[in-house]
């Protein structure tokens, strides 16, 4: 028994944001030192490398500076500050949650409340909190070499590996706890009641259990047996639990299993791969043959019949619970009562749709990310959101308020739709051509080559400026004003008392 303990020193969080914080002064004092930039309302534009302005589909303000490479953002919950690629913040005082990713997604670190994460890479993480019993735990993970959990009111939580030479981890890898020595020589599994010893793994292994019991020697023979048992449920009312037996001789050329056992299911299988193989059940029967290639099936508890011949490349399938026509990849034609599939000269071109009240979701695909058209509708309030991504062209997007977006070009933006980090750390680089309209307001922006030309509307209000500011219109209701070269060449205002 031996205990490990690893200390890594690094700029804390706070030390790293008043860093940030005074470059951006620093940066902003020499870019405009003796000519402060006016306010959102005021015309003092300087395209690429300075500009603020009022956001388009939310209320806050944004800067932008050094063409893509700097903006902050304040919107009525959170404040944003950017460097794209290399770093951003995002804090939100009201949900107690601060982000900061730096060359995302290599370094990235999350607050959340009593909840805390830093990772490089999903390689070497460490993070902290509290279990919703109350117990505050701290984890870290050199992956795949160093595993480590301390709680500090629970012991019966903490654990530390160092694999493959010695350790235990707990509710990791899919299991409840994992206790190995000199692994693959010896390490224990569990999971809920049941517990496996492995030998050598994955060659040899003994489980026990509620009513279980079995044993392998892979893959020469195995065998396991489980009792019909009893559970209590969430309702507090007892259930059987189906008992199985199961064996196997020289794996794969003997399977069988027998599952189920002292219920109104049970099931039958069995298997030589790749000779044979088949199910029978009171809900299914199922025989291939030439494994996996030739199969026939009767699932009468989705009501439907298919036929592999072979799988994947043809299926036919008919029946109330399912219907498929394939010839892979010439075509596909496949549905239900919630889901259909369809494509031709797969992947050229896909279609998917999911109806299941209120959700009735459209997504139709050209060569994977080439061309891809996504409708979400809600079917009780008939609301509709709508993305359309082209890559590496151009991406947009309308959601349920109505508001709409414009990107060109767009070369990541299609394969990760919807992830904030990339298109807050990313996109910038190469949105060569923004647009944005906010039907609810009137309100309406583009943006060319990072505001070298930039045109804002509202329905009393417009605003343009071009080439670094050096032509700027701005209309305000009656009063009109208009610079060249930063000078103010006309101005007019209604007499109106």
């Avoid at 701290?138 to 160092?162: C, E, G, K, M, V």
Wanted: charged share 20%; aromatic share 16%; net charge positive.
């Amino acid at each position: 028994m031996f205990k490990i303990k690893i200390t890594i020193t690094i700029f804390s969080n706070s030390k790293v944001r008043r860093c940030i914080l005074a470059f951006s002064a620093f940066f902003y004092f020499i870019l405009f030192a003796g000519h402060p930039p006016a306010c959102a309302g005021e015309m003092n534009s300087f395209g690429p490398l300075f500009d603020r302005f009022s956001l388009t589909l939310e209320a806050g303000q944004r800067t932008e500076a050094v063409g893509p490479f700097y903006f902050s953002q304040q919107t009525e919950d959170a404040h944003t500050v950017a460097y794209p690629p290399f770093f951003s913040t995002v804090n939100n005082p009201a949900l107690a949650y601060h982000e900061d990713d730096f060359l995302y997604p290599l370094l990235t670190s999350v607050h959340y409340g009593q909840e805390r994460r830093w990772q490089l890479f999903e390689l070497i993480s460490f993070s902290g909190g509290q279990e919703p019993n109350g117990a505050g735990n701290s984890r870290r993970t050199i992956f795949p070499f160093y595993f480590s959990q301390h709680s500090t009111t629970d012991t019966n939580l903490n654990y530390t590996a160092l694999f493959p030479f010695y350790g235990t981890l707990k509710n990791r890898l899919f299991r409840d706890e994992i206790h190995f020595v000199m692994f693959p020589l010896y390490s224990e599994t569990r999971k809920k009641d049941v517990v496996t010893d492995n030998y050598l793994y994955p060659f040899g292994a003994v489980r026990h259990g509620d009513g279980l019991h079995g044993w392998k020697v892979w893959p020469l023979a195995g065998s396991e047996h489980k009792e019909v048992t009893t559970r209590t449920n969430g309702f507090g009312e007892v259930e059987v639990v189906g008992g199985h037996d199961q064996s196997f001789f020289l794996w794969p050329l003997h399977l069988r299993q027998d599952s189920g056992l002292g219920t109104d299911h049970p099931e039958k299988f069995r298997a030589s791969i790749p000779l044979y193989s088949y199910t029978r059940s009171p809900q299914l029967d199922s025989t291939t043959v030439l494994w996996p290639f030739f199969t026939w099936m009767d699932n009468r508890e989705k009501k439907y019949r298919e036929w592999q011949m072979p799988w994947p490349l043809v299926i036919f399938a008919r029946g109330e619970g399912k219907t498929t026509s394939r010839i892979f990849p010439i075509f596909s034609e496949s549905h239900n009562a919630v889901k259909e599939d369809d494509s031709i000269l797969w992947p050229v071109y896909t279609y998917r749709r999911i109806h299941s009240d209120p959700l009735d979701l459209k997504r139709t695909r050209v060569a994977f990310f080439l061309y891809e058209d996504t409708v979400e509708k809600n079917t009780q309030t008939g609301a509709q959101k709508r993305r359309v991504d082209v890559w590496p062209f151009f991406t947009w997007h309308r959601d349920f308020n109505g508001n709409q977006r414009l990107q060109v070009l767009a070369l990541l933006e299609p394969a990760v739709p919807g992830n904030d980090r990339f298109e807050r750390n990313w996109s910038p680089l190469w949105s060569l051509w923004r647009a944005e309209t906010n039907p609810k307001t009137g309100a309406a922006s583009r943006s060319l080559l990072w505001n070298l030309y930039r045109r804002e509307t509202a329905p009393a209000h417009k605003k343009v400026s071009l080439l670094f500011g050096l032509f700027q219109y701005q209309c305000d209701g009656d009063e009109r004003r208009t610079r060249l070269f930063y000078f103010t060449i006309a101005k007019a205002a209604s007499n109106t008392q």
